[in-house]
């Protein structure tokens, strides 16, 4: 949901779409820029959001995988705008570096200081897989885990999308099974903390991140129907982003509906 109109704004727009859940950035995602929170904004936010879960999004500039003063303190400003906020939980890239050895240890490291810092929960999210990003396959999250000290505020944002894209045909059932059973191994139980829920413009293993609407991309509905209804998962939240094109919003939120049985109806949005 943008916030670039106001928290009143967007409110409103949560509540025409009937969100039980929804993630923002809090500040300008393309800029370096530094923002500050007026008292009145933090009031009016933690007043109209504090009955809906609410996950940030860390913006697209930093590059923890690089590790530079300037990523890791822009990451800690949005924590911080964050907790401000009232906001515990933000979603993370790890970025890209070509020598990936030292981009999982400089991951590590910018998850390590912050929680020497910060009481937050940090949610690593997979990625497509493009030239050097970092946390394309759950084994390279789960080495970056094996480093983290506090594993109790780290968990694992799962990318429908992003899978699909680097190469986990999540189209088969039995791949989708795998791999939830495998992050249980891998990672430990209850360590998915979140869905993306995002259908994918480009094709299986393309490394290519295009988003697109429910069940008119290359993944497809059943697929969304599966994964709505794991009972494995069906606890958590899960988050579209899903492009913003005229009324796609309303059409992707009706169809993910339609999508679950009336037993987890309550417990996803």
Not at 31 to 53: G, H, Y
Not at 189 to 211: A, E, F, P
Not at 239 to 254: F, Q, R, S, Y
């Amino acid at each position: 949901m943008s916030v670039s109109k106001g928290f009143e704004k967007t409110y409103k727009e949560t509540e025409k779409l009937g969100c039980q859940c929804i993630q923002i950035f809090v500040k300008n995602p393309r800029s370096w820029k530094r923002k500050k929170l007026k008292s009145e904004e933090i009031v009016t936010f933690r007043k109209l959001f504090s009955s809906l879960p609410v996950f940030s999004h860390l913006s697209y500039l930093p590059n923890l995988a690089k590790g530079s003063f300037k990523d890791i303190s822009a990451f800690f400003e949005e924590i911080e705008l964050s907790l401000e906020l009232g906001i515990d939980c933000i979603v993370v890239h790890c970025g890209s570096r070509s020598d990936k050895e030292e981009g999982l240890i400089q991951v590590a490291n910018a998850l390590n200081e912050a929680l020497k810092v910060f009481r937050i929960n940090i949610l690593i999210e997979n990625s497509a897989g493009y030239k050097n990003s970092i946390g394309a396959t759950l084994e390279e999250i789960a080495r970056i885990f094996d480093k983290v000290i506090k594993k109790e505020y780290v968990k694992v944002c799962l990318d429908t999308a992003h899978l699909f894209q680097a190469g986990i045909d999540i189209r088969r059932f039995e791949v989708w099974d795998r791999l939830i059973e495998y992050s249980n191994q891998i990672l430990g139980k209850g360590k998915i903390g979140l869905i993306h829920l995002n259908d994918s413009k480009t094709d299986l293993g393309s490394r290519v991140d295009r988003h697109w609407h429910i069940g008119r991309g290359k993944i497809g509905q059943e697929t969304f129907r599966w994964i709505l209804n794991d009972p494995r998962i069906n606890d958590l939240c899960a988050v579209l982003e899903t492009p913003e094109m005229g009324k796609m919003d309303h059409e992707n939120m009706k169809m993910v509906r339609s999508l679950l049985l009336p037993l987890v109806s309550h417990s996803l949005s």
